[in-house]
């Protein structure tokens, strides 16, 4: 089954193929079940992709590209000069459902949690205490994120 595009259509792909690298290079063994793969794989991934073909018989990449758009159900965009440009569309993605965390029946406390502990955020910072020669601070280490430096001056006794 060959997919057929309006020119309005095709003229917006090839838009958007301008732009792009060439994700699979035909070699000089030709159109090979391997290069078929490829193609699959990044039309799966990618939608629309870029091909080098790297012969210089114009009658063999017609062929190729005409090959390839019956073999993958792809629509061809634009074959100029060595690189064709083909076009399948993604198939919907199944919606995902999000999987319910496991909870404790009787209590309701989730599993995997630890009790009483909260995010780095709602923690109140660290509280360090410091003392320092004649009063004056000493902030060596612990200076980071999430404490707090209080400097007690030290009496002198005698």
């Given at each position: 089954?060959?997919i057929?595009l309006?020119?309005?259509?095709?003229?917006a792909l090839?838009?958007q193929?301008?732009?792009?690298?060439?994700?699979?290079?035909?070699?000089?063994?030709?159109?090979?079940?391997a290069?078929?793969?490829?193609?699959?794989?990044?039309?799966?991934?990618?939608?629309?992709?870029?091909?080098?073909?790297?012969?210089?018989?114009?009658?063999?990449?017609?062929s190729?590209?005409h090959?390839?758009?019956?073999?993958?159900?792809?629509?061809?965009?634009q074959?100029?000069?060595?690189?064709?440009?083909?076009?399948?569309?993604k198939?919907?993605?199944?919606?995902?459902?999000?999987a319910?965390?496991?909870?404790?029946?009787?209590?309701?406390?989730?599993?995997?949690?630890?009790a009483?502990?909260?995010?780095?955020?709602?923690?109140?910072?660290?509280?360090?205490?410091?003392?320092?020669?004649?009063?004056k601070?000493?902030l060596?280490?612990?200076?980071?994120?999430?404490?707090?430096?209080?400097?007690?001056?030290?009496?002198?006794?005698?």
């Open positions: 089954m060959k057929t309006s020119p309005i259509e095709r003229r090839k838009a193929a301008h732009v792009l690298t060439p994700v699979v290079m035909i070699g000089d063994q030709g159109l090979t079940p290069v078929i793969l490829e193609i699959e794989r990044n039309l799966k991934a990618h939608e629309l992709i870029k091909i080098r073909a790297s012969t210089d018989d114009r009658e063999a990449r017609e190729w590209l090959e390839i758009c019956l073999a993958l159900h792809a629509a061809p965009v074959h100029i000069g060595k690189m064709l440009i083909v076009w399948r569309q198939p919907p993605e199944p919606e995902k459902k999000a319910p965390r496991k909870s404790d029946r009787r209590t309701g406390v989730k599993s995997g949690v630890k009483g502990v909260t995010s780095r955020s709602q923690r109140k910072p660290k509280e360090k205490v410091v003392a320092g020669p004649k009063g601070g000493s060596k280490g612990g200076t980071g994120f999430g404490t707090r430096t209080t400097v007690r001056r030290q009496t002198r006794t005698k």
